[in-house]
T-cell receptor, first 115, second 114 residues
Framework: ETGVTQSPTHLIKTRGQQVTLRCSSQ?????VSWYQQALGQGPQFIFQ???????GRGNFPPRFSGLQFPNYSSELNVNALELDDSALYLC??????????????FGPGTRLTVL | AQSVSQHNHHVILSEAASLELGCNYS??????LFWYVQYPGQHLQLLLK??????LVKGIKGFEAEFIKSKFSFNLRKPSVQWSDTAEYFC????????????FGRGTSLIVHP
């Protein structure tokens, strides 16, 4: 069973640039969630995708957007990068069933630094 | 909106000491509660969870947590810590009947000295 993988591991960008982060879900999972973890903080929910549609969103501006593909892999896109976007970005996958919660499995994260 | 407070941000213990990490949440309805652990250089992983039933739940590696509804608390405990328990610990809550999206606390850094 392949776990959740993310790429790249590290990334350095400058203010105003755009970035795309990628995630491959664990086999058999149909839901992907993205989190931002700033230094010294817990993960903050950005959004969740289920069956290729956004299924919930946290308190993040529209310049944070995402996609989920038919194979359940996902992308997180951030436009017009700001210094405060520097963080560890975590992807988590799970198998969502109606009316229940299933454990999320996290990837190793992508460390984004904005200069 | 739900929120989670972890009051101990940094804890330093010697091996064999007992551990208790505090977690309080603010939400008046039914909740599901979790503790996650992040060992150095590893992925965030689930330590234990409470959905319903016995409020004392046991997780992996000898950890347990007790849900006290009247105190809105879900404290994590371990009777005797080991050096390998050095990690970041995160408490999280999901409100039942919602979108099953967890809210995490800011985490507690535990260092265990051999």
């Amino acid at each position: 069973e392949t776990g959740v993988t993310q790429s790249p591991t590290h990334l350095i960008k400058t203010r105003g640039q755009q970035v795309t982060l990628r995630c491959s879900s664990q086999s058999g999972h149909n839901t992907v969630s993205w989190y931002q973890q700033a230094l010294g903080q817990g993960p903050q929910f950005i959004f969740q995708y289920y069956r290729e549609e956004e299924n919930g969103r946290g308190n993040f501006p529209p310049r944070f957007s995402g996609l989920q593909f038919p194979n359940y892999s996902s992308e997180l896109n951030v436009n017009a990068l700001e210094l405060d976007d520097s963080a560890l970005y975590l992807c988590a996958s799970s198998r969502l069933a109606e009316g229940s919660y299933n454990e999320q499995f996290f990837g190793p994260g992508t460390r984004l630094t904005v200069l | 909106a739900q929120s989670v407070s972890q009051h101990n941000h940094h804890v330093i213990l010697s091996e064999a000491a007992s551990l208790e990490l505090g977690c309080n949440y603010s939400y008046g309805g039914t909740v599901n509660l979790f503790w996650y652990v992040q060992y150095p250089g590893q992925h965030l992983q689930l330590l234990l969870k409470y959905f319903s039933g016995d409020p004392l739940v046991k997780g992996i590696k000898g950890f347990e947590a007790e849900f006290i509804k009247s105190k809105f608390s879900f404290n994590l405990r371990k009777p005797s810590v080991q050096w390998s328990d050095t990690a970041e610990y995160f408490c999280a809550v999901i409100s039942s009947g919602g979108s099953y999206i967890p809210t995490f606390g800011r985490g507690t850094s535990l260092i265990v000295h051999p």
